[in-house]
């Protein structure tokens, strides 16, 4: 059957074309709740040049309607050679509540170009202590989906325990909150 040798040979050419190939993932990337104004902890995007030539990038950018709540550095340079790959950090400091949104392109010569990742997050209003930061004396409320932590003599804002993470209890919770004032 001539037919299925004709496909079979425009399919190889297709996926062994020569020149370059670029990949970008992953292709969506959710950031956690943010208090606004706070800058969230850097998420890692990978570019990957798959093709047979050297990827020419022209620019790297976050553009549409929430742009201003997302910034990105990167390790990418103007050229990725044949399957070398870069790190493209994108951060999110919402500056409103609700849900933010926007989208990170790199411009380059492969024929798909330009490669895009959706960027979302949510503002939350109002104040509190982000992951990591040591927890104010006055207990604000740390951000959402994260409890103050003994560590040593001092807290600190971190993860809610869960079965991958069962670290006991809050140093809040362990105090008598009559002797709070």
């Given at each position: 059957?001539?037919?299925?040798?004709?496909?079979?040979?425009?399919?190889?050419?297709?996926?062994?074309?020569?020149?370059?190939?670029?990949?970008?993932?992953?292709?969506?990337?959710?950031?956690?709740?943010?208090?606004?104004?706070?800058?969230?902890?850097?998420?890692?995007?990978?570019?990957?040049n798959n093709g047979t030539a050297t990827l020419n990038i022209t620019k790297i950018s976050i553009?549409?309607?929430?742009?201003?709540?997302?910034?990105?550095?990167?390790?990418?340079?103007?050229?990725?050679?044949?399957?070398?790959?870069?790190?493209?950090?994108?951060?999110?400091?919402?500056?409103?509540?609700?849900?933010?949104?926007?989208?990170?392109?790199?411009?380059?010569?492969?024929?798909?170009?330009?490669?895009?990742?959706?960027?979302?997050?949510?503002?939350?209003?109002?104040?509190?202590?982000?992951?990591?930061?040591?927890?104010?004396?006055?207990?604000?409320?740390?951000?959402?989906?994260?409890?103050?932590?003994?560590?040593?003599?001092?807290?600190?804002?971190?993860?809610?325990?869960?079965?991958?993470?069962?670290?006991?209890?809050?140093?809040?919770?362990?105090?008598?909150?009559?002797?709070?004032?």
């Open positions: 059957m001539p037919w299925k040798i004709a496909v079979v040979s425009q399919l190889m050419w297709l996926v062994l074309a020569p020149g370059p190939n670029a990949t970008l993932s992953p292709t969506s990337q959710t950031f956690s709740t943010q208090p606004i104004g706070i800058r969230s902890k850097a998420q890692t995007l990978t570019l990957k553009g549409g309607k929430d742009a201003g709540d997302f910034a990105q550095t990167h390790t990418c340079g103007t050229m990725l050679s044949e399957g070398a790959t870069c790190s493209i950090n994108v951060t999110f400091k919402p500056t409103a509540s609700g849900t933010r949104t926007t989208t990170l392109s790199v411009t380059d010569n492969a024929a798909d170009s330009p490669q895009m990742v959706s960027l979302s997050g949510t503002g939350t209003a109002g104040r509190c202590t982000p992951a990591g930061a040591q927890c104010p004396p006055q207990r604000p409320p740390c951000c959402p989906g994260l409890m103050c932590v003994l560590e040593g003599d001092r807290a600190f804002c971190e993860g809610k325990p869960s079965e991958h993470n069962p670290r006991a209890d809050s140093f809040w919770d362990r105090l008598n909150p009559n002797t709070i004032e």
